[in-house]
């Protein structure tokens, strides 16, 4: 995987897999991106994912800076609890749903505290 700078006057065009991509390429090293936005399946309470299963993000995030931020992106509410896991598998510090939005790393919170953290969201109208 390789990662582009383009604007609004970059050309794109479709590779052989079906997704845009630049078609002059201006590449940035991966050690220079602080923030990865990682399409998935589902993650857990916990922020482990589930991707699509090639393994992709998990060699290119390898490549980052140790404290990239690590974004998930899912359609779906997270599950309680993914098994099995891997050794090398990777915790996310935000996962992203369609409703909410989930802080699994305490020290990223604290720059983002205008975000709700809903991993402590209570219902009011219960208490």
Known sequence: MENCF???????????????????????????IEVIF??????????????YGKGFYDRFIRLCKNNVIKIGLSFFSPVKKI?????????????????KVFFFNNSIKKYLKN???NNHHHDKTNH
């Open 6 to 32: 383009f604007d609004e006057k970059t050309f794109l065009r479709v590779n052989q897999y079906g997704i845009l991509e630049p078609r002059k390429k201006n590449i940035i090293p991966p050690d220079l």
């Open 38 to 51: 990682i399409p998935l399946l589902v993650f857990d309470n916990k922020g482990y994912r589930v991707g």
């Open 115 to 117: 975000i709700p953290d």
């Open 83 to 99: 098994e099995p896991l891997h050794k090398n598998d990777l915790i996310l510090d935000i996962g992203i749903t369609v409703k």
